[in-house]
């Protein structure tokens, strides 16, 4: 079945960067949307990044254009965040997200806290 695991937050002072990382198993990788979402407390889940399977063509929300960049390995099945110059806004969990067989898989996220 389809698996998602996210690794690589913590807590990082503003300014600072982390990469995150989330590997994926139970089904074709390389041919699938792969998504990061994040979700911050009282508020929704939204779209930080995507990257296309095939292509690779990425795409982010204008709150991180320029500070976050996406990436993939498809050899090894894994979907990378990079996160540079952090903001205390961009605290929340962040989650990895396919769209497969009519239907969204999510991994159990990772927060990232960035305070000094």
């Known amino acids: 079945q389809v698996q998602l695991v996210e690794s690589g937050g913590g807590l990082v002072q503003p300014g600072g960067s982390l990469r995150l990382s989330c590997a994926a198993s139970g089904f074709t990788f390389s041919s699938y949307t792969m998504r990061w979402y994040r979700q911050a407390p009282g508020k929704e889940r939204e779209l930080v990044a995507a990257i296309a399977g095939g292509n690779s063509i990425t795409d982010y929300p204008e709150s991180v254009k320029g500070r976050f960049t996406i990436s993939r390995d498809n050899a090894k099945n894994t979907v990378y965040l990079q996160m540079n110059s952090l903001k205390p806004e961009d605290t929340a969990v962040y989650y990895c997200?396919?769209?497969?067989?009519?239907?969204?898989?999510w991994g159990q996220g990772t927060q990232v806290t960035v305070s000094s």
């Open positions: 997200n396919t769209f497969r067989g009519l239907r969204f898989y």
